[in-house]
């Protein structure tokens, strides 16, 4: 639904036949944001950052500029802040303000592209004024014990991490000749469909929302868990069904699948241009990005909400669509429908007095969210509107969970 997303650019909407099935949301709010490469789409962490490489924005007439150590106001602070990105790689409010700042460097971006600039890493100079005698005595250390204290960012980068540099060059860009362009991507979703310990839905029956489509992330998802997410959900859906009576779907689940594909084909005409039809996709990513991604300011989340109703309005009418791109303009409907229901959680996060956390800024708000800590949300979608509700996160089971013990008993 983002315009800016490291997704691959085969991976488009679902979750909008889902919630309008009957599925129901999850922690709609909760996603992950972090720099990433915009042409060919990838997390630029680790030595990415430590290396250190020029964040450069150009205008319009192709004016260059430097932005960070405006932004910073002290080449020591800004260096350091991107350095600290190859630690600190997701977007995070804990790190505006102080300690690392390195979440200030996404701020820094977001905001020149704001203003119409297109921004990109530049590896083959250094900073202006860089010198290494300026690095924290973190970074100075790292880049020193790793034999890199030398040259400039791509000399580094080749010293530290030679196949990053080959990465780029198997997808036709040559960093040691060519700017890369980057933005503040969404990567994760960590909220999603609400279900049950056995991965089905909650208000849908004999539907498994697998993988990251469930929502079980919470507000900052570990390393590593959506790949184990991914296993246990499959296997914890997969006993379920087979221990079930019947593998067959119950006759009210086929009528409300039947019901949303009926509604889908009968937007089949015959005046609609598929350029059009992802142009409009375009569009409403760049909303997306715009007003619910990392940065959240209340009137633009009411703004893109009543933006996406209309175009919900609008859609039978304006897009009359001959069946050879049907399914591009179901993804479009999905991704309305999607979008209108996580701008929906967002708004009624705000209006609940939430502030900022996770990987996200509720512009206008002071200070880490705390009210919801013990909060779970719960997002329902019909018509058109989505409405949401609050309930108390359940405990975790106090249980004995010292690694030996529990694996001794699992091989007995």
Not at 86 to 96: I, L, R, T
Not at 272 to 300: C, P, T, W
């Amino acid at each position: 639904i983002y315009s800016s997303t490291v997704y691959p650019e085969s991976q488009t909407c679902a979750i909008g036949a889902a919630l309008e099935a009957g599925a129901e949301g999850m922690n709609l709010t909760e996603s992950q944001y972090g720099i990433a490469s915009v042409k060919f789409r990838w997390n630029l962490s680790g030595t990415y950052q430590q290396v250190i490489p020029r964040y450069v924005s150009v205008g319009g007439d192709g004016d260059e500029k430097e932005f960070l150590s405006e932004y910073f106001g002290d080449a020591r602070a800004a260096l350091s802040a991107v350095f600290m990105k190859g630690y600190e790689w997701p977007f995070d409010p804990a790190k505006v303000g102080g300690g690392s700042r390195s979440s200030e460097v996404d701020i820094a971006v977001f905001s020149e592209i704001k203003k119409g600039r297109r921004v990109f890493l530049d590896f083959t100079k250094n900073p202006t004024g860089f010198d290494f005698s300026l690095l924290s005595d973190e970074a100075r250390t790292y880049l020193e014990n790793s034999d890199a204290l030398i040259g400039t960012p791509i000399d580094r980068l080749e010293k530290m991490n030679a196949p990053a540099i080959k990465l780029y060059a198997s997808h036709g860009i040559d960093l040691k000749s060519e700017m890369l362009e980057i933005s503040v991507c969404a990567q994760h979703n960590n909220g999603g469909l609400a279900l049950t310990t056995d991965y089905e839905s909650t208000t849908l029956s004999r539907f498994y929302p697998v993988g990251e489509c469930g929502g079980v992330f919470g507000v900052h998802r570990p390393g590593g868990s959506a790949l184990n997410s991914t296993q246990v959900s499959g296997a914890r859906a997969a006993q379920k069904i087979a221990a079930s009576s019947s593998a067959v779907p119950t006759e009210s689940a086929a009528r409300q699948a039947k019901a949303v594909y009926g509604a889908l084909a009968s937007l089949i005409g015959d005046k609609m241009n598929v350029d059009d039809v992802l142009q409009k996709r375009r569009e409403y990513g760049e909303i997306m990005s715009h007003a619910g991604a990392f940065m959240r300011e209340k009137s633009a989340v009411d703004e893109a909400i009543a933006y996406f109703e209309k175009e919900y309005r609008a859609f039978d009418e304006t897009y009359k669509i001959p069946a050879e791109y049907l399914s591009e303009a179901m993804i479009n409907y999905d991704v309305i429908i999607t979008s209108l229901t996580y701008l929906s959680a967002i708004r009624d996060y705000i209006a609940n007095g939430g502030r900022s956390r996770g990987s996200y800024m509720i512009v206008g708000t002071d200070g880490i969210d705390e009210k919801h800590f013990d909060k779970v949300q719960y997002t329902s979608y019909a018509d058109g509107k989505a409405t949401s509700r609050f309930e108390d996160r359940r405990p975790i089971p106090d249980s004995e969970q010292w690694f030996e013990k529990v694996y001794n008993k699992f091989i007995k």
